[in-house]
Every structure is written in C-alpha cells, then in structure tokens.
C-alpha cells in the first residue's frame, strides 16, 4: 500500500484533493439535490480508488554501487545464498575467485519466511533455521581455506542484497539458486531483478543440491 | 583465512531493522491509520443517528452556523496554504519566510480554535440535548482537540524556527508538523460537510 502522507508536499496535494472531492460532492448536493450528490460522491470516490492504485509514481530505487573501491590483489564478494548455501558448485566458485588474491567473503542468508509472518514480525524462527545454514555453511567454506564471514539478511533476497551492500563494499554479487522449476527465486525474477537494481557484476550460480547428494553417494 | 559468523552467546543480539520500510514512514502510516479508525468510528455514529432517524438536520429549533463555520473553514484551509509556504521558504534557505509562515499558520489555528469554542457559547444547545447534541460536539470536539494538538506542535516549531533550529538541509520538524496540520485541515473539510453542510 502506498502511504499518500509520506511528506508535507504529499500531504498539501492530498488536501487539495481533498478539497475539490468534498467542494464537488457538496455542489452537486446544493444544486441539484441528495441524490445528485450521491451520484458525484460515487464517481468521484471510484475515479479516486481507481487512479490510487494504478499509479505507479514510486522512483525505481537507486542502483547501489560499492561504497570503498578494492585494492588491485584484492576482491570482495558478496554472496546471497539461502538454502544452497552448503552447496559444492558455490564452494568450487568462490574458491576459483579467491585464487591469487586477498579476497574477503560475505554470505548473506535472506531469513524466508511466510507473508503473514513477516508482517507479525514473527521472525525468530526464520532467522534461527537460516543462522543454522549460514554456520554450516562458513565451517565448510573455513575448511576450503576462504576468508568469509556472514549474517542472516532479510527475507527478500533484493533487500538483503541492498542492506549488505550499504556497509560491504562488494565487487561482485555471488547470488546462488535451486535449478529452474525449483527455484522460487527464478520464478519470482530475483536474478533479473537485482541485476537492473545493483550497479555490481552479479554472478548467477545454479546448485542442484539432490545431483550433489546422489554424487556423494 | 578466516570464517566467523556473528555470535551472539555474550550479549543480546541486535535488533533486526529492516529498511524495507523506513521507520518514520510506517510511523506516520501507523499514526494516521489510527486516526482514521478514531475519527471513522464517530462518523459511523453520526451517520447512523442521520440516516436511521426520520428526524430533519439539524434538529427543529436549533440551527448550525453554516456560514460562520464556512469563514472558519476558509481560515483553516489558508492556514495550510501558509504551512506549505512555510516549508518550501526553509527548502530555499528562505528563514524569514519560514518565520513568518509559522506564525501566520499558528494564529489562523488560533483564531479557528477561538471561533469554534464561541460558536459553543452560541450555538444554543449542549452536548446532552440528545443524540444530535452528542455527535455534534463530539465531531467538532475532536476535531478541536487536534487543532489544540496541532497548535501545541506548531508553537515550538516557531519558537525552533526563530532559534534558527532548520536549515534547507535539516528541516524535519517543519516537514512532520506540516503532515499533522494537513491531516487536520483534510478532517476539518470532512467534518464541514457532512456536518455542517450536507
């Protein structure tokens, strides 16, 4: 919902609105009588609900570079990874990235959770299972020899991506998925999407944890 | 080579804010979500006391002071005209402008409140004479109450105005009183009309 009150310029037009809505509705009540009245107030109120949700005036938000510039020998890579966060093809990347250079890693876990949740900040138990992949997943980057640390994001992968961004300084932007068809990120456009927002190479990497699993097997 | 995660096991963790939604936005967006529902809740009483009577309104002999009442809309409705001015003057480094802008919305905030408790003293009937006296009062006492609100903000706006509290960089005090003067004045030619008029 688009909160119309968001400035004193906002609120100005809201009551010039205001204004001829109610300076419309009461001549037609004066002039023509009741019913005229009610007949301006039902258009006007449809025309009014009609223009309110179909505009579209919100800026597209600021693609987002990074804050400090790296040292030549040096890269710093942020990774969005949720439940593919353990997987071995994100693993084999950051390591090849790492290669040759002093690299600093930041694994950013969105918290998913339901709608309905998130609107009851009801978050703890999000934040609890996406903490657990992220631990796991930082021992087994640990063990592959990269300099990584992590934090659970919110629970829309853009926003997290936007709020690491905000204090890591990344040139590169490791988003990890599920295949197509499995991926409710693909579906949603999460990939496209904050590659139009972030002025950052972003990298898609596509794990298929169950093709893993069999392999190890 | 190093990994860490953010322990939280010696201290309590931070709290999570996300910036999805800015914190002064959803307060505002709370505020007057709540006002909504206060002021809806006494229209829904007065619409019903209008529409389930037979009775004409106002009720036979007592008569509203539509036109006074009109002057007071107009004074409200100008004094957001100079609360705008007021702002956009401090947007251009205009200090003057945003001195005299408050001063002149203050006392035409002043002089409505002063009209309207007058109007009280005339209007010849009380908030016990009925239904019609009760929503009456309420409505307009309401509203009267968030004008007094809005006066109360207003003032120490002016006062940190004439300290040269703002700048065309850091005026936040101007731009959230002006929201709240707005939504009354929106409130106001609300109740006109229904009240007063229709």
């Given at each position: ?62 693609k987002t570079a990074p804050r400090q510039p790296s040292a030549e020998?040096e890269t710093r890579i942020l990774v969005i990874a ?8 994100l693993?084999?990347l950051l390591?090849e990235r790492s290669?040759?250079v002093?690299e600093e890693v930041l694994?950013v ?48 992968p853009l926003?997290?991506i936007e709020?690491a961004l905000?204090?890591f300084g990344a040139d590169e932007i490791v988003l990890s998925t ?12 999460v990939v496209d999407g904050a590659r139009n927002r972030f002025d950052v190479p972003i990298t898609h990497v596509v ?11 | ?198």
């Amino acid at each position: 919902m688009k909160n119309p009150l968001r400035s004193e310029a906002e609120a100005y037009r809201f009551l010039l609105g205001t204004i001829v809505y109610f300076g419309a509705i009461v001549l037609a009540a004066v002039v023509g009588g009741t019913w005229w009245g009610v007949g301006v107030f039902a258009v006007l109120t449809v025309v009014a609900l009609f223009w309110f949700f179909q505009r579209d005036d919100l800026p597209p938000p600021p693609k987002t570079a990074p804050r400090q510039p790296s040292a030549e020998d040096e890269t710093r890579i942020l990774v969005i990874a949720n439940e593919t966060v353990g997987g071995v093809k994100l693993r084999e990347l950051l390591r090849e990235r790492s290669e040759g250079v002093r690299e600093e890693v930041l694994v950013v876990t969105p918290a998913l959770n339901s709608p309905l949740r998130t609107w009851t900040s009801d978050e703890d138990g999000a934040r609890a299972a996406a903490q657990e992949r992220l631990d796991a997943s930082l021992s087994q980057l640990r063990e592959a020899g990269i300099n990584a640390r992590g934090e659970v994001g919110d629970g829309d992968p853009l926003q997290a991506i936007e709020d690491a961004l905000r204090t890591f300084g990344a040139d590169e932007i490791v988003l990890s998925t599920h295949p197509e068809g499995r991926s409710n990120w693909l579906e949603r456009g999460v990939v496209d999407g904050a590659r139009n927002r972030f002025d950052v190479p972003i990298t898609h990497v596509v794990v298929d944890l169950e093709r893993e699993s069999e392999e190890i097997r | 080579m190093e990994a860490h995660a953010h322990p939280h096991g010696e201290h309590p963790p931070t709290a999570n804010v996300s910036s999805r939604v800015d914190a002064r936005v959803l307060g505002m967006l709370l505020f007057i979500a709540s006002e909504i529902m206060l002021f809806g809740s006494f229209f829904t009483a007065y619409f019903f006391i209008r529409v389930s009577g037979d009775d004409p309104w106002p009720l036979p002999p007592f008569h509203l002071p539509v036109f006074i009442a009109g002057v007071n809309t107009a004074i409200l409705v100008t004094s957001s005209f100079t609360m705008h001015w007021a702002l956009q003057s401090i947007k251009r480094g205009n200090r003057a402008g945003l001195q005299a802008g408050l001063v002149l919305t203050f006392f035409m905030g002043l002089t409505f409140l002063l009209t309207q408790v007058t109007e009280y003293a005339r209007v010849g009937f009380a908030p016990h004479d009925g239904a019609f006296g009760t929503i009456f009062y309420c409505l307009t006492g309401l509203h009267g109450a968030h004008v007094f609100v809005g006066l109360t903000i207003l003032l120490f706006v002016t006062i940190r105005a004439f300290r040269g509290h703002f700048s065309p960089e850091h005026h936040h005090g101007v731009e959230i009183g002006g929201i709240y003067w707005h939504f009354v004045d929106v409130m106001w030619i609300v109740v006109y009309s229904t009240v007063y008029i229709l």
